[in-house]
């Protein structure tokens, strides 16, 4: 019989002693006498939880974004996102306080911000998204890059397209065609998405 244990601490070493029985409910006889069997497991290291970098897009609603927090354009695609008039929240997400970015067919720059650069090892980004609209392409909203001033290497990128009135989000690991889910999700529903790289 295996045991299954939670909530146990990080880098702690735990000890059992397994005791033997026989009958059950209010007449268990342990075997107590004789060698005890033991073991020991020390668990793993905690994972580091270190914040990169938090946005929570608090700015003048209606103003552009570029040159805002740190906020740069690398491309000239078309018009500056804008800070939107209202943010998005979810329930238990503690950066859910403050605005959001809207990001439309005709507001589309590619902006990109700085966070402490890493050598290796994995990193996770998440954010809230709320996709409204009837019909979209696939297209990619955001994703890592190895400057904040050059689209050169993007990675980790996140795509959304709607079809038949569902959004499907997709990923890539970097410039490679993306893959997308195969789950339907609501227009205009908030959603929490978390982003592994390695």
Do not use: C, M
């Not at 040159?67 to 000239?76: K, M, N, P, R």
């Not at 979810?90 to 507001?107: C, M, N, Q, V």
């Not at 989000?169 to 978390?194: D, Q, R």
């Amino acid at each position: 019989h295996l045991a299954n244990y939670t909530a146990l601490s990080a880098s702690t070493t735990y000890y059992f002693k397994i005791f033997s029985y026989t009958n059950s409910s209010t007449n268990i006889n342990y075997k107590i006498d004789g060698t005890i069997p033991t073991a020991s497991l020390t668990t793993a290291a905690a994972p580091s939880t270190t914040l990169l970098f938090e946005e929570k897009f608090n700015y003048v609603a209606a103003s552009d974004l570029a040159a805002q927090g740190g906020w740069q354009i690398i491309g000239a695609d078309g018009t500056n996102l804008q800070v939107s008039s209202s943010g998005l929240s979810y329930s238990g997400y503690p950066s859910s306080s403050g605005l959001a970015a809207d990001i439309t067919s005709s507001r589309d720059d590619d902006l990109g911000n700085n966070y402490a650069a890493q050598s290796g090892g994995t990193i996770y980004y998440s954010f809230l998204v709320n996709v409204s609209g009837t019909t979209g392409a696939g297209t990619y909203f955001t994703g890592l890059n190895t400057t904040a001033t050059s689209s050169a290497t993007y990675t980790g990128r996140v795509f959304a397209k709607i079809s038949s009135g569902y959004v499907n989000f997709g990923l890539s690991k970097s410039t490679e065609t993306e893959t997308y889910s195969s789950t339907n999700y609501s227009v205009k529903t908030t959603y929490l998405l978390v982003v592994k790289y390695e």
